[in-house]
């Protein structure tokens, strides 16, 4: 069992759909979460950055955090051509700058 | 803020030959930055950690003495590949920490990569 799984996809959906994008971790000592989107043959660029449980909120995304159930999800509203893209989850146990167990990542489709 | 460039961005070379990366955190210092590959629709594998001033850090299953490691200065770190073979051919990023996180708190963040071809 991978320590990070995440839905490979892809997922498509049409513009202005919400989407909801998920891991599932198996180390309960992860504290530090992360969404980065990678772009086709760019490095990944971080969206969301949390800290224990809870959500968070940026514009259009928001992120969510269950340490009890170990999960985490990324929510996008009113998507855009523009979120079609692959986006990885991220953890760490001790610091986001520290090094990162990434999930497999899901590629995002949304179509006009 | 907290960019990280990296050069070449694209290199094709033939097999046997050596190739160097360069990664630059452009506005910050970066006392530890990070190697990743990543194989087409796949995530990314850490190859190895590089702090400043010392020896690189390697994952396991990843050859110290094929991927070379320099981190001279707070903003610079290279990877060399050395006798490069086809199966090396892949994506490489680097990662530069920046304890401020431009706010955000301590954080990583990526360079656009480079893509290796070795013929």
């Known amino acids: 069992q991978k320590e990070v799984e995440q839905d490979p996809g892809p997922l498509s959906v049409p513009e202005g759909a919400i989407v909801s994008l998920n891991c599932t971790y198996s180390n309960s000592a992860f504290q530090y979460f992360m969404w980065y989107r990678q772009y086709s043959r760019k490095g990944p660029e971080l969206l969301m950055y949390?800290?224990?449980?809870g959500n968070k909120e940026d514009g259009r995304f928001t992120a969510q955090v269950d340490k009890s159930s170990k999960y985490i999800s990324l929510f996008i509203r009113d998507s855009q051509p523009s979120d079609s893209a692959t986006y990885l989850c991220?953890?760490?146990?001790?610091?986001?700058?520290?090094?990162?167990?990434f999930g497999g990542g899901t590629r995002l489709m949304v179509k006009p | 803020g907290a960019v990280v460039s990296q050069h070449p961005s694209r290199v094709i070379c033939k097999s046997g030959t050596s190739v160097k990366i360069e990664c630059r955190s452009l506005?910050?210092?970066?006392?530890?930055m990070f190697w990743y590959r990543q194989f087409p629709k796949k995530s990314l594998m850490l190859m190895a950690t590089?702090?400043?001033?010392?020896?690189?850090?390697?994952e396991q299953g990843v050859e110290k003495d094929k991927f070379l490691i320099n981190h001279a200065s707070l903003t610079l770190s290279t990877l060399t590949v050395t006798s490069a073979h086809p199966e090396d051919s892949s994506f490489y990023i680097c990662s530069a920490r920046d304890p401020q996180g431009g706010g955000r708190g301590d954080t990583q963040y990526f360079g656009p990569g480079t893509r290796l071809t070795v013929l």
């Open positions: 949390t800290y224990s449980s």
């Open positions: 991220a953890m760490s146990d001790n610091n986001a700058g520290n090094m990162l167990t």
């Open positions: 590089s702090n400043e001033g010392s020896k690189a850090t390697y």
């Open positions: 506005d910050f210092q970066a006392t530890t």
